[in-house]
């Protein structure tokens, strides 16, 4: 059986470190990160002087107490961090799903908003999986029970819908677990699953604005069993002055125009050999005209932007086979980060596939949460709390590792020269308390 999941947000060990030597230097423009991939939705921050070392005593800017684990990712919009909360699963109230709003500064909770009922587990994951996203003035969220809901800065609630009620029961093996992708004045929702029904795949575009629909498209297939199910998060391309949403799922990499929803191009093999179990959990990667396509580890697909049609050979840039199964890669462009779900971490040229170094060993584990980029190191949590940093770059360095000693399977988040972590116990504010 697949052992999953707190996705998209679906990682290394030990040493009592002190506070980070170096000075405090608060970047002149702190940088948002407004959705679970960050500024760029690829995982990467261009923010300076964040911290390296920490405990859970050390370094501590703020904890502020969880009522349970999620793998739904922190985002932050200036001095407000948004939170997808689960309660925890013994809780006999009615609403057992919350957004929460906290103050980035004082770790304080400002609002909690109700997002529904039926909180339940699905194998690692429960109802809170899906990370919010933030244009700034709004923000919006969607549980794994399908209900999706817009609210303004001060929680006032917007507008709400039930996906399921709309279009019929979700029908994935392990629970529904995809963020919203914002792009514009839209909202973009994937739907794709086929193990525990017989309803088409499909991409909604929404109005942020309202939550009515724009379109829907159905999302064809020929994957079978539990190959249509996807965890993945839908990915912007943006190249030259092209704008695409692409998806992963069902054995194949797609390409959508974001106005109509009309598929651009398609490339095949992400299953090669038909496999009936081979669901996706690691999001695409898209870093200008590159796309980074994982599967269930074996073969990660790497692709040129600008095709049309059958692009399964034409746009084929390079593959690997030992790619992530749940932690998305991370990339600068120059380099592509892999991190498997043992804590195997390789680094690739991003365009050729060039092995630069490969099985390196991190702390030993199960690794979940996706690594991010930023200040001139990789950050890696694993799911017993222990944060790797390695150096980035063609060298392998490990320059410390940070432990919580707390499950974990969100990914991290960073703002204001911070980082945020989620554990089952707490959401941890890491860097100066100045």
Request: neutral net charge; charged residues 20%.
């Amino acid at each position: 059986m697949p052992r999953c999941f707190a996705l998209f947000a679906f990682g290394m060990w030990h040493l009592a470190f002190g506070i980070d030597a170096r000075p405090y230097d608060p970047p002149a423009v702190a940088e948002n990160w407004p959705q679970w991939r960050g500024p760029s939705r690829n995982g990467v921050s261009s923010e300076r002087n964040l911290p390296v070392k920490w405990s859970q005593t050390e370094n501590v800017a703020w904890k502020l107490a969880m009522p349970a684990w999620s793998g739904s990712t922190p985002i932050v919009w200036g001095n407000r961090i948004f939170l997808n909360v689960a309660d925890d699963l013994k809780s006999r109230e009615a609403v057992t799903l919350h957004l929460w709003c906290v103050d980035r500064d004082k770790g304080t909770v400002l609002w909690r908003r109700p997002l529904g009922g039926g909180n339940h587990q699905e194998r690692k994951q429960n109802m809170s999986t899906p990370s919010p996203v933030t244009d700034g003035t709004r923000v919006w969220v969607m549980t794994g029970t399908g209900i999706l809901k817009g609210f303004d800065f001060d929680g006032k609630e917007l507008w709400a819908r039930d996906i399921q009620a709309d279009y019929g029961r979700f029908g994935l093996n392990w629970g529904y677990g995809s963020s919203p992708l914002l792009h514009g004045d839209s909202l973009y929702v994937q739907v794709l699953h086929g193990m525990r029904t017989d309803d088409p795949s499909y991409l909604l575009r929404i109005d942020k604005a309202t939550g009515k629909t724009i379109w829907r498209v159905e999302r064809p297939t020929s994957a079978r069993n539990e190959s249509p199910d996807a965890y993945t998060t839908p990915a912007l391309l943006q190249y030259g002055n092209a704008t695409e949403i692409v998806l992963t799922g069902g054995d194949v990499v797609t390409g959508h125009d974001p106005n109509t929803g009309k598929e651009l191009w398609r490339a095949n093999g992400l299953n090669p050999s038909n496999d009936g179990n081979y669901r996706i959990v690691a999001s695409p990667v898209t870093y200008g005209d590159l796309i980074v396509a994982p599967t269930r580890e074996r073969p990660m697909l790497v692709l040129k932007a600008g095709g049309r049609g059958d692009v399964t050979t034409s746009n084929l840039l390079w593959t690997f086979g030992s790619g992530p199964d749940v932690p998305t890669p991370v990339t600068d462009g120059t380099y592509l980060y892999v991190v498997n779900d043992r804590g195997i971490m390789f680094c690739l040229e991003a365009r050729t596939g060039k092995e630069i170094y490969g099985r390196q060993r991190l702390r030993p584990g199960t690794y979940s949460a996706s690594p991010v980029l930023a200040d001139g190191h990789i950050y890696i949590t694993n799911e017993d709390g222990v944060t790797s940093v390695i150096t980035a770059g063609p060298a392998f360095q490990v320059v410390a590792e940070n432990e919580f000693d707390d499950y974990t399977l969100s990914s991290p988040a960073i703002s204001g020269g911070r980082m945020f972590f989620r554990t089952t116990k707490f959401l941890w504010a890491i860097g100066s308390s100045h």
